[in-house]
């Protein structure tokens, strides 16, 4: 059973749009929720992250949006560039970390 | 600053063979964690180490095994690898075992079983 829906699984964005992606969780136990960014042939780096009190963290063009009673939290990333292409997981967390199955970004110019 | 390094980059191995992926990290963090990643899957967590001497079983732990001799080292064994087993294998580490501690990855180790 996947603890956390991620979609959509891959994204084409126009350079300079907004790239959306959606996670939803089951375990309300959850309490920490990260997003990791992943380039071709590299492993995955921590971008931004979320505490459930509470609804938005923005950190330079990337935001993410958090609604605990839906148990849904979001990535946007404002004025997508090509270098934002790359793979992006969302994460919820207990007492251990559990993974998005990724979405496959690409911003083309 | 290395971080985490994992060896080897890659590896193509003959089912029934044994192999061990190796994992180090410079950070004296006190946890460490193997995941796998598969298209469509995501990263699964195999087994992970709150701290030097301790291990413990994730996800999708089943024909894997690991050890934790010291804060450093964290290797990956395959007893005698399948083909399901054909993934790419990242190691990980956090300062703290927790929730809201940042993992830091290696580069990963691409692993094909025929």
């Known amino acids: 059973q996947q603890q956390v829906k991620q979609s959509p699984q891959s994204l084409i964005v126009q350079k300079g749009g907004i790239s959306i992606i959606n996670c939803a969780y089951e375990n309300t136990a959850f309490d920490y929720f990260p997003w990791y960014q992943q380039f071709p042939g590299k492993g995955p780096a921590l971008l931004i992250a979320?505490?459930?009190?509470?609804s938005e963290k923005k950190e330079g063009r990337f935001t993410i949006s958090f609604n605990k009673s839906a148990k849904q939290f979001s990535l946007h990333i404002m004025d997508s560039q090509p270098g934002d292409s790359a793979t992006y997981f969302c994460a919820a967390s207990s007492q251990k970390v559990t993974f998005g199955i990724g979405t496959k970004l690409q911003v083309i110019p | 600053i290395a971080g985490i390094t994992q060896a080897p980059t890659s590896q193509i191995l003959a089912a029934g063979r044994r192999m061990t992926l190796r994992c180090t990290q410079d950070?004296?963090?006190?946890?460490m964690y193997w995941y796998r990643q598969d298209l469509g899957l995501g990263l699964r967590l195999i087994h992970y180490s709150n701290t030097a001497g301790t291990t413990g079983k994730g996800e999708v732990p089943d024909g894997y095994s690991v050890s934790r001799a010291n804060t450093d080292d964290f290797p990956l064994t395959l007893a005698s690898a399948v083909p399901s087993q054909t993934s790419v294998y990242f190691c990980a580490s956090s300062v703290l075992a927790g929730y809201s501690n940042e993992q830091f990855f290696g580069p990963g180790t691409r692993l094909t079983v025929l």
């Open positions: 979320i505490r459930p009190d509470v």
């Open positions: 950070m004296r963090h006190n946890a």
